[in-house]
């Protein structure tokens, strides 16, 4: 992963784009740089762009839960944007999609 192309603040939003297989060999860089990021800038909401994901195992899930409990300390919301059939099916079946909000585009 590139931090400064794969991790964007715009005003108080990080995004993430999503590398294209999520599983437990990339979950932990994605979570410093996005743990990092959180507490070092004001950041409220979390955006998930999962344009280029085709594949995402259980650490992926894992992935956006952590990060939505420090967003939720703030009053903040996760999104996911982009998601192919098979990851919108992944968040409905783990329950995600009543911490995350799926949208196509923000």
Request: contains cysteine.
């Amino acid at each position: 992963m590139k931090v400064e192309e794969d991790f964007k603040v715009i005003e108080n939003y990080l995004c993430i784009q999503m590398p294209q297989e999520i599983d437990h060999h990339n979950a932990k860089e994605i979570i410093e740089h996005a743990d990092a990021i959180i507490c070092k800038q004001e950041v409220n909401n979390l955006i998930f762009d999962f344009s280029k994901t085709e594949f995402m195992d259980s650490s992926g899930i894992g992935i956006i839960v952590g990060r939505y409990k420090k967003i939720s300390c703030f009053q903040g919301k996760v999104y996911a944007i982009h998601a192919n059939m098979q990851i919108r099916k992944i968040l409905h079946m783990s329950g995600l999609k009543r911490i995350v909000e799926i949208v196509e585009e923000m």
